[in-house]
């Protein structure tokens, strides 16, 4: 069964603690946590008083999504501010193993990520080494923005790569998911769906959970 990501980047962070309490009873499976830095990408979000306080509230898996230059740097922090699931960008570090071994110390569930642009054939080297694969089905730094359609192709890529060589990792997918995407990516593989717009634009949060689940 496909897990359920809600990306609170899209919540009412006046209310976080209810929103949670909500997203929790609805069904979903992670929290999506999205951190900006501005640079990395054009727009600047949350970061570690919001995770401190969030991870007080909640014993929900958080799947911290690091949007930021030299992950190395800030890893430790976001690992010891209450992550269960860290992911860097592959565009954004030029040790990407290091930056995994990192996380893994630890013992976090670490990710690498990629841009829409980025051809998954890079992650290659880098497959056997991690609990989970995000592929950016948008260009990172906005929510609300729409699917674009040629990452599907990267995601049927990937559950070839974990098959053929016996790997278990998760393939999560971000950005412009709705019922209709979702159901697309989920038949070329994908395990975890992040909805951020299309999930908190719903007044009642068990109907994205059913509909994204296929119910
Ligand atoms: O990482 C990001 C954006 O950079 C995402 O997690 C968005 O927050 C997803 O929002 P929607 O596209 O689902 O509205
Ligand atoms: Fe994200």
Known sequence: MVKIAPSLLACDFAILKEEVTSVRESGADLLHFDVMDG?????????????????????????????IENPEQMIDLFC???????????EATNHIHRAIQQIKS?????????????????????????DFVLIMTVNPGFGG??????????????DHFRKNNNLSFE????????DQTGKLCVDQ???????????????????????????
């Open 39 to 67: 640079q990395f990408v054009p727009n600047i979000s949350v970061g570690l008083p919001i995770l401190e306080s969030l991870r007080k509230v909640t014993d929900m898996t958080i799947d911290t999504h690091l949007m």
């Open 80 to 90: 010891e501010a209450g992550s269960d699931m860290v992911s860097v960008h592959y």
């Open 106 to 130: 630890h013992d976090k569930l670490a990710g690498v990520v990629i841009n829409p642009g980025t051809p998954v054939e890079s992650l290659s080297q880098i497959l056997q080494d991690v």
């Open 145 to 158: 923005q729409g699917f674009i359609d040629s990452t599907l192709d990267k995601i049927t890529w990937l």
């Open 171 to 178: 393939i999560e997918v971000d950005g412009g998911i709705n």
């Open 189 to 215: 593989g994908a395990d975890i769906l992040v909805a951020g717009s299309y999930y908190f634009n719903h007044d009642d949060y068990n109907e994205p959970v059913r509909k994204l689940k296929g119910e």
